[in-house]
């Protein structure tokens, strides 16, 4: 007996917003399966007002109203029964975000849940992470958003220790990343990863899944630290416009890439990680996990 299911996972970031609609395919006796059906990202970028301002401002208030009313809209469409709605730092940090949050369940019929950083971190874990690590390995597991960051070391498939830092690429952007904070971040990481003969990064986020798709790489095959450096390099010498015309980058990912490679590049080294394995999966895949198996409260019916 097959049964699918269809359940949305809404991603509210500082840099983009997303919507991601799955199958959830259950067999007797068989693993259940989850199978991407659509996605839609819409580049608001949210911690450009907030981590400049403290507010989100009028105009991408009413973008991100018309954005839950098509998202609503298209999980009726593809007959989605239940969905769960988060936001990240850039809400979180806006004066204004509780009332935007309560404007949007009232003209959108979304409900949006404002979570921290550790939340998130707990949240990405419940995706099949595990299914692309080896137990017998140790990670430094780094996702990189717009607003934060989080960093997470997993030791033969154990989280040992969690941390979020609000080091993020639209913060980096506009230079309100204070060095204080990049020096926590190094004595964490060093910290929690110093016993360890050996560790791997583990990366998650658009623009390292970006970088591992113009590499060419297998899935399942790393980037070396040398790979990532000399992307790097090359990138900061092409302007922002050459990089949308001659790289072929989207321009809501052409200036963020750097600093998030930035940041990749910094966990490698203060970790002393010489590969990064890109599993590609995120908030919005942990999400759905989480509705599925009952992880999280506020789990939304259509």
């Not at 989100?56 to 709605?85: C, G, P, Q, W």
């Not at 015309?245 to 990749?264: C, F, G, H, K, S």
């Amino acid at each position: 007996m097959l049964t699918i299911k269809k359940y949305a996972a809404i991603d509210i970031g500082s840099n983009a917003v997303r919507l991601l609609i799955s199958n959830i395919i259950e067999q007797k006796g068989k693993p259940t399966l989850f199978k991407k059906s659509a996605l839609v990202r819409v580049p608001i970028r949210l911690g450009a007002d907030v981590f400049l301002k403290h507010q989100i401002s009028k105009e991408n208030e009413l973008r991100l109203v018309d954005t839950m009313n098509a998202f609503r809209l298209l999980m009726k469409s593809h007959k989605v029964t239940a969905y769960k709605a988060c936001a990240t730092s850039a809400m979180r940090e806006a004066d204004n975000g509780d009332d935007i949050v309560k404007l949007i369940k009232k003209q959108c019929q979304i409900k949006i849940d404002v979570i921290d950083g550790e939340e998130e971190a707990a949240i990405i874990a419940a995706t099949d992470l595990n299914s692309f690590i080896d137990k017998s390995k140790t990670y430094l597991y780094v996702d990189v958003g717009g607003g934060s960051s989080e960093f997470s070391v997993i030791d033969q498939g154990v989280t040992t220790a969690s941390k979020s830092f609000k080091i993020g690429t639209v913060r980096l952007l506009n230079d309100i990343v204070q060095k204080e904070a990049w020096l926590e971040l190094e004595s964490w990481i060093k910290q929690h990863t110093n016993g360890f003969e050996k560790i791997d990064l583990l990366g998650s986020g658009g623009n390292i899944n970006k970088i591992f798709k113009i590499s060419g790489k297998a899935m399942g095959k790393p980037l070396t630290y040398f790979y990532l450096t000399s992307y790097y390099n090359m990138l900061q010498t092409y302007s922002y416009e050459e990089r949308i015309t001659e790289l072929d980058l989207n321009q809501d990912r052409a200036d963020v890439i750097i600093p998030a490679t930035r940041i990749y590049l910094s966990a490698m080294k203060w970790s002393d990680a010489k590969y990064i394995y890109v599993p590609k999966i995120g908030l919005s895949d942990g999400i759905i996990k989480s509705v599925y198996f009952g992880t999280v409260a506020s789990v939304n019916l259509i």
